[in-house]
């Protein structure tokens, strides 16, 4: 089921110029036979436009998921072409500076067979993209047994896993929670992908269990951690131990930035102040 997402402006913008109720939008998507097998992606917005050092890994992250509902990339819009659907649609909507872009792509089924349909939500962003402050940094629930990703059950299952372990942490007063792989080492969390900064200067991510990423993707083309003279390594899954051993924690997506992490479930407190360096020289390469 594709639902709204939150604080959903009133329209949405079709391929071909033509505006609908979202409403009507959500009704076309979810009355699709097809419905269940649809990409969603979402694209931060500065001023009404994708940061332009970013929107190639997203289109690359988009290409890259066509496969998966049956599509051929020919058979999709250009990347010049859904660029100036979403500023079409920001402009319409007249959003502040800051906003999130939900891009959804479908099979919908039709009396001639199927035809391949997408449509742009529009939604608020309560702050810039990597704005940091660590005095709000993120608290998250610890791994459990009922967040375990990276199986065989495909996507759609993880979605929910993802959704539902999201819900639990929130109603707990927390921001968001840790998702584990079955060998029970940390793959990412609910808010994005989870990297925890050790003494020596090794920051340590997951090659398991990752959300596919275009910020992160930047982030590792362009070097970032080189740029800042640190040690970049990838495990199958991080040990819960990091947890206890590491000085900071952050997160990073491309709809939430580079952000501190405050704890994880743990009495223990991370240091945050490398962490809001790094999502300051961040900021610095994006807006080149």
């Not at 009404?48 to 929107?55: I, N, V």
């Not at 988009?62 to 999709?76: C, D, K, T």
């Not at 930047?218 to 000085?247: C, D, F, N, T």
Request: glycine letters at 8%; hydrophobic letters at 40%; a neutral charge.
């Amino acid at each position: 089921m594709i639902d709204l997402p939150p604080d959903a402006w009133c329209d949405k913008y079709y391929q071909g110029g033509e505006y609908l109720k979202a409403a009507d939008a959500v009704w076309g998507i979810r009355s699709s036979v097809y419905s269940a097998i649809a990409i969603r992606h979402v694209v931060a917005l500065r001023a009404g436009e994708p940061y332009l050092t970013l929107w190639p890994y997203h289109w690359r992250l988009l290409m890259a998921e066509l496969p998966r509902i049956g599509v051929n990339a020919i058979e999709f819009t250009t990347s010049e072409a859904l660029r100036q659907e979403i500023w079409l649609l920001a402009t319409r909507n007249r959003y502040p500076a800051n906003s999130l872009i939900h891009i959804v792509i479908w099979q919908e089924q039709k009396s001639c067979g199927t035809a391949l349909r997408h449509a742009l939500f529009q939604s608020r962003m309560s702050r810039a993209l990597f704005d940091c402050d660590p005095r709000k940094a993120l608290r998250l629930a610890p791994p459990s047994e009922y967040g375990i990703v990276g199986g065989n059950a495909g996507a759609w299952s993880e979605t929910s896993i993802e959704a539902l372990a999201q819900r639990s942490a929130e109603e707990a007063g927390l921001d968001g929670a840790c998702l584990q792989l079955a060998n029970g080492r940390i793959a990412r969390a609910t808010v994005g992908n989870i990297f925890f900064l050790l003494q020596g200067g090794c920051v340590v991510g997951s090659s398991l269990g990752t959300r596919p990423d275009a910020l992160c993707d930047y982030v590792r083309e362009k070097g970032l951690w080189e740029r800042l003279r640190l040690k970049y390594e990838e495990m199958e899954g991080i040990p819960q131990s990091v947890i206890y051993e590491a000085l900071e924690c952050f997160v990073c997506d491309a709809a939430l930035g580079l952000q501190p992490v405050l704890s994880v479930g743990t009495d223990k407190r991370f240091m945050r102040i490398s962490s809001i360096k790094f999502a300051e020289e961040l900021r610095r390469m994006t807006s080149l």
